[in-house]
Each structure stands twice: as C-alpha cells, then as structure tokens.
T-cell receptor, first 113, second 113 residues
Framework: GAGVSQSPSNKVTEKGKDVELRCDPI?????LYWYRQSLGQGLEFLIY????????KSGLPSDRFSAERTGGSVSTLTIQRTQQEDSAVYLC???????????FGSGTRLTVV | EDQVTQSPEALRLQEGESSSLNCSYT??????LFWYRQDPGKGPEFLFT?????EEKEKERLKATLTKKESFLHITAPKPEDSATYLC??????????????WGLGTSLAVNP
C-alpha cells in the first residue's frame, strides 16, 4: 500500500483482557518496528523484525507482550492480561533496509480501563 | 548511558522568524541521527538522516547539521504549516542485532501567522 496501515486506530479494553494490534507495512519493506509513545515520554522501542524473524526483542516490557510477522508483511502485536500501564499509542514503522528513515503508521491508541 | 536531549521543549515563532532547534546526544559511537516531525494524532514523519560530523542536509525551509555531540535543525523563514513537534533520534553502534532508536522528547514548534 501507499503507507503503513495500523488497526484499530483506537482500542478501549478492560484490565486483564488480551488485545491484538495489527500493522500492515509498505509493500517490499523488509524491516518492521514496533514502538510505543506515552504522554510526556519519548518513543519506546519494543521489537524489530527483519523479514519474518525478530533479531531484536529487547524492548518488550514483559512476557505479556509478544509479536509475530507473517509472509514478510503483516505484523501483530499481542498484549495479554492488559494492565493500566499498557495504555499508550502503539506505533508501527517499516523501512526498506537497515539504517534508513522509517515510515510510521498513525498508531493504535490503547486505553486500558 | 545513551541518551538524547532536545531543547527548547517549546518554541513559538512569528511567520518568517528563523530559529534553530537543538538535539544533544550521548552514545557510545553514533551509527546515525534522525530527525522526524510529528503532527497531532499522527505517527512521526521522516525528515533527515545524518551519519557523520560535518554532514548537512536540506529540505525546503529545513536544514539539519551534525557535530560529534549535537545536531541542529535550522528553520528558515518558517510558515504556519511548519508547526509540529520535531523529534530527534539516534542509533548507536551496538554489537549484534540491536536496532533500536533512542528518542528525545521533542520540541513543540508553533509558528504564528
């Protein structure tokens, strides 16, 4: 597609529920990244994919967070047993190669109540 | 510890009033420095990548420069549509597959007509 697409754009969930966030990167972009952005804080790295593999998972905050990428394209970030501190905007980005400017999606705003 | 500090936090300019935004960084070896702009409710939009001290890049009214300790984003004769938050990020020379960017908190720029 023309840009990085994320869905849903907004998600309100109850504490303890599982959520899935989807990212559809630009076609042909082999690198895919997940970040989250909280009010008053800088963007926080979560995970990096090259193709379908995740060489760098160092930013996942706990084992409640997991992500996968299939077909070298769509990625899903799953948060299990959501907590209020998980509330943030989750941003996905893709790039054609390493050390190249990312194209970000508009993000999923997650609110845990 | 690797970190990025941006100043000022907020800047208000009159249309046509040129100024500069600062990004100071501390990393154990710089792989690349990135500038992005972010509009409310949207993901960051890539502007520039700088790789080595002395490098400069320009795009319309924006010019980015890099030294060994900081980067400047110069805005010449800004227009109201340049109003946004400008984010700086660095990627460090880490070993292995680490690809995360370290982000500053941004400078919120408002340009009055």
């Amino acid at each position: 597609g023309a840009g990085v697409s994320q869905s849903p754009s907004n998600k309100v969930t109850e504490k303890g529920k599982d959520v899935e966030l989807r990212c559809d990167p630009i076609s042909g972009h082999t690198a895919l990244y997940w970040y989250r952005q909280s009010l008053g804080q800088g963007l926080e790295f979560l995970i990096y994919f090259q193709g379908n593999s995740a060489p760098d998972k160092s930013g996942l905050p706990s084992d409640r967070f997991s992500a996968e990428r299939t077909g070298g394209s769509v990625s899903t970030l799953t948060i299990q047993r959501t907590q209020q501190e998980d509330s943030a905007v989750y941003l996905c980005a893709s790039s054609p190669r390493d050390l190249y400017g990312y194209t970000f999606g508009s993000g999923t705003r997650l609110t845990v109540v | 510890e690797d970190q990025v500090t941006q100043s000022p936090e907020a800047l208000r300019l009159q249309e046509g009033e040129s100024s500069s935004l600062n990004c100071s960084y501390t990393v154990s070896g710089l792989r690349g420095l990135f500038w992005y702009r972010q509009d409310p409710g949207k993901g960051p939009e890539f502007l520039f990548t700088l790789y080595s001290a002395g490098e400069e890049k320009e795009k319309e009214r924006l010019k980015a420069t890099l030294t060994k300790k900081e980067s400047f984003l110069h805005i010449t004769a800004p227009k109201p549509e340049d109003s946004a938050t400008y984010l700086c990020a660095v990627q460090a020379l880490w070993a292995g597959n680490n690809r995360k960017l370290i982000w500053g908190l941004g400078t919120s720029l408002a340009v009055n007509p």
